[in-house]
């Protein structure tokens, strides 16, 4: 099932997205919020007539970086032995559709294609063989970098924690299997020009070792989002690129740059 957020005539809601063809799908809205059982309402609303919003609002981002050698070598980075985990807040986290918006403190802002994993239920210290009970579902991510701030802090909260440097959508999936969403093909087109091409196989840790190791040391609440690192062939956005992540199996999430004001 695809679950999306949305907003229609003032009002926000979760729905279910029912249709093949993009312009007959339509939203069945749920009774409730997702992370419990939940009925559909019946009542349907075409999608081309609400605003999509990010498909979950996360009381925290963890995003893992160089988690795919060839990303980690384009870099000048060592592979890391251990998952290495870094930060993304709330406010950073924007919606399909929704603007980035370039900041007026970097020079050399960059796109990073991934996949997010959606949590589902409050857990800790989540044993591997339990990873699968706890994720809700995965959407597209676009991990938005000011890569000279990156080089030249060290620390990366400015760098990859800044306003709108977080989309996600345009849904959940909730239809997919921990073994499925480990081998999907995962791609960025700026300007419809292909960026980076890669398959989720490729990471280092895989979405096991990742919700393992952060589970040990903090707890996840439902709607926590976890960024599971990018492929190879990230680069440089400018202000007026419209930027893509598809990944299989789930959507396309599309944003378009524009200056900060």
Known sequence: ?????????GNVAFGAVEGDRPDELVLDIIKGIPFTDFELSGTKVPLSKVRLLPPVLPNKVVAFGRNYAEHARELGNEVPDAPFAFFKPSTSVIGPGDEIRYPSFTEDLHHEAELAVVIGRLCREVPRERVKDVIFGYTCANDVTARDVQKREKQWARAKGFDSSCPLGPWVETGLDVETASDL?????????????????????????????????????????????????????????????????????????????
């Open 1 to 9: 099932m695809r679950i999306a957020r949305f907003s229609i005539d």
């Open 185 to 261: 093909t995962i791609q960025l087109t700026v300007n419809g020009e292909q960026r980076q091409l890669g398959r989720t196989s490729e990471m280092i840790h895989s979405i096991e070792d990742l919700v393992v190791n952060i589970s040990e040391a903090m707890t996840l609440l439902p709607g926590d989002v976890i960024l599971t690192g990018t492929p190879a062939g990230v680069g440089p956005l400018h202000v007026g690129d419209e930027v893509a992540v598809t990944i299989e199996g789930i959507g396309t999430l599309t944003n378009k740059v524009v200056k900060r004001g």
